[in-house]
Every structure is written in structure tokens, then in C-alpha cells.
């Protein structure tokens, strides 16, 4: 077949503390991504790939040797990665740019690939969003909060920030891992007014964010892809320049 697939994963959630078995978590993921190589053109990781991640100027945290390492061998294969930073992988900055050759985008980006135009985005931005998760978003995108933050000891850091996950899983939105309700959902909202004011040209929504495979039809022409995670699902998509179909891995 050649290098002519493109694939979009999210939500890995690598180095969680409330996954029992990170080592083999791992290890799925970088054996799907060995597997996909002969025919990836493109991989686009939608956010929260990393549980928790802050790199520091000139140190970066421990772990995800073997994920990197898969991303690596795919980069020097000639597929480009595309990393969408999540509301988990917030501070991700120029190491995985620089070391890998991983283009990181940070918010949505609007482009076509293989002839369908795509909206891609993690999800946690788009849509009408609570006003605390709004708040706390805010501050972990504030470059003066980054700049305070990377002054505390990573001893103190980490240990906080994986608990905050821990103990945050509906990541500002009440409905996460709950199947949308069509008539009233804020991302359908969102999609449907983008493409009534904005771009009525989409072909494909494609999030993460919500922990859900979710296609649904938003008129004759677009849809609204969720991607699912890799926490328990291993869901992923494949768009072959026709059709944009969710899969799960080993099935």
C-alpha cells in the first residue's frame, strides 16, 4: 500500500498513576505505532498523549524512553507527527520539536488533508466550557504562572500534578466518558455554528478530550470524529483519503 494513511490517536494518558500496568500501557502503545509505520504518511496525536509533562529548560522529567524512542523511529521513517497539546500536556514546549522533529501545535488548526478539509483540535478549548475550567485553563496557559510554577522543585510538582489528575478526571466537562446528547451537546453546538458562521467547507471535526468513540453525522456532508483514549479503549482513526473510520486496536 505505501505510505498512504493517516492516522489521529488521543488521550493516552502515558505515566497516569491510576493506570496498574504502565509498563504494558506502553508497550501497546509503541506496538501499534511500530505497527502502523509501513503505511503512515501522517500521525497526528490529539492532546493528553502524556498524563503530565513539564519540561524545564534544561532538564526534562523522567520516562516515556520507549515512546519516544517509537516516535523517533517513525520521524526518521519519514512520517511527520503532528502533537496537539491537551489540557494534561499543557507545558509541552520545543524538546520533542527540537529531539524528534515533532511539529506542536497549541489550539485548533483548519487544513485539508488528502482532499477533505479537517478541524482538528484536542477539544478541551472549543465549545462552551465551565467557567472554572475556563479559569484554571487560563492560569496553566499564563506564561507568568509557567514562570512561578517551573521555580518549585519537581520533588513538589510532579507528586501535585499527578494527583490533580487523579482526582480531576471530568476535565471540565460533566458528560466525559457520557455519550453526547445530540439535541443539546456544547461541542455538536459548536460544530454546527462553525459551520453555519465560519467554514461551512469541513468535512471532519476531530477531537480527543471526551474519552469516547464517537461519529456522528452533523449534516450530508460533515461529521464529528472523538477519538476515544488509550486508557481501556485503545481507539484510534484512520483516514485512507476517502473515508475517515474509528478503529480499535487488535480488532
Known amino acids: ?19 496498574s500496568d504502565p509498563r504494558g500501557h506502553e508497550a501497546r502503545v509503541c506496538s501499534f505505532l511500530r505497527s502502523i509505520e509501513p503505511t503512515a504518511r501522517e500521525l497526528y ?10 519540561e524545564y529548560r534544561t532538564v526534562v522529567p523522567r520516562g516515556h524512553v520507549r515512546f519516544f524512542g517509537t516516535l523517533a523511529e517513525l520521524a ?10 491537551g489540557n494534561h500536556d499543557i507545558w509541552l514546549f520545543d524538546y520533542l520539536r ?50 512561578l510554577y517551573s521555580a518549585i522543585h519537581p520533588r513538589w ?7 490533580w489528575s ?24 459548536f460544530c454546527r455554528d462553525y459551520l453555519a458562521d465560519v467554514d461551512p467547507d469541513i468535512d471532519y471535526f476531530v477531537m480527543g478530550h471526551r ?15 472523538l477519538l476515544g483514549e488509550w486508557i481501556n479503549q485503545d481507539s484510534y482513526a484512520v483516514f485512507d483519503g476517502k473515508e475517515l473510520k474509528l478503529k480499535v486496536y487488535g480488532k
Open 45 to 54: 496525536l490529539m492532546g493528553d498523549v502524556l498524563d503530565y509533562w513539564y
Open 166 to 189: 487523579k482526582g480531576s478526571r471530568g476535565d471540565g466537562y460533566a458528560s466525559v466518558t457520557v455519550m453526547p446528547d445530540v439535541e443539546s451537546d456544547p461541542l455538536i453546538r
Open 98 to 147: 527540537d529531539e524528534i522533529g515533532i511539529t506542536v501545535v497549541d489550539g485548533v488548526e483548519v487544513k485539508d488533508i488528502g482532499g477533505r478539509r479537517f478541524f482538528l483540535s484536542h477539544g478541551d478549548g472549543v465549545g462552551r466550557l465551565p467557567a472554572g475550567f475556563r479559569f484554571i485553563r487560563t492560569v496553566f496557559r499564563n506564561k507568568v504562572c509557567q514562570k
Open 211 to 225: 474519552h469516547i468513540q464517537f461519529d456522528y453525522p452533523l449534516n450530508s456532508r460533515s461529521r464529528l470524529v
Open 1 to 19: 500500500m505505501g505510505r498512504e494513511l493517516v492516522y489521529f490517536m488521543s488521550d493516552l494518558h502515558l505515566g497516569a498513576t491510576y493506570i
Open 76 to 85: 526518521d521513517a519519514g512520517v511527520k507527527i503532528y502533537w496537539f497539546i
Open 157 to 163: 510538582t510532579i507528586p501535585f500534578a499527578h494527583r
